[in-house]
């Protein structure tokens, strides 16, 4: 069972570090912190708290109003997409309706354009690098996991079972995609919360495969993630907890 901290008062905000000692990830309640902050600092709170939990490596979930207009009307108004593109630019792993899907006219509507706004303001923005903040061997690897796959231009395949190697390499937000493989279910659905990550659910694969990279491959190919001429940069923990291993190989195109 993974717990996401709900933020919605001072004291949580002053908290941050042991709440986030303790919690998978956080939802930034901007509705309810501004009952504790004047409005014109709700933009540096939120900032705060993306940057902490994308320190640790957890998914920051922001809410509240990005699209409030759509309960009653189809399309947002032009402060609401720049509100939804400058929480994509403060580094959200997610954003959630509530309101609107819950209670609007459009909730069809509201999840396309949060979408397609925040697809659109990923794709041109690149993140400033974060600090390791540890010298842990795992930190380290998998950090140079994601530098290594930016310099080839390179795909990430990831073996995950707990969910550390994906939250790791979440963190150094890598320019190409990150297919993350995993044989728990509760780890897929977390690594969809985690910017950046394309779950893939294989539940008969282990860590101890003699042929992991292998399958994991042939999988990405067969569903069209990973095509002939690519780039792929492996890695996977041989211990829990652990990113410990990378190999790097070329697709080669089937005779």
Known sequence: VRLIAKIETGSAVENIDRILDLADGILVARGDLANYYDLEKIYSVQQFLISKARQRGKPSIVATQLLESMIDNPVPTRSEVVDVVTAVKMGADALMLAGETAAGKYPLEAVRWLKKIALEAAQFHEEEAVEPGS??????????????????????????????????????????????????????????????????????????????????????????????????????????????????EKVKPKL
């Open 135 to 248: 010298s842990e061997a795992y930190e380290v690897i998998a950090r140079g996991v994601v530098a290594l796959a930016d310099i080839i231009s390179g795909k990430i395949l990831a073996f995950s079972e707990g969910g550390n190697t994906a939250r790791r390499l979440a963190k150094y937000r890598p320019r190409g995609p990150v297919i993350v493989y995993t044989n728990r279910l509760s780890t897929a659905r977390y690594a969809n919360l985690l910017r950046g990550l394309i779950p893939a659910y294989m539940p008969d694969l282990s860590k101890t495969d003699v042929n992991l990279f292998e399958r994991m491959l042939e999988h990405a190919v067969s569903v069209g993630l990973v095509s002939a001429g690519d780039i792929v940069v492996f890695t996977a923990g041989r211990r829990p907890g652990a990113t410990d291993l990378i190999t790097v």
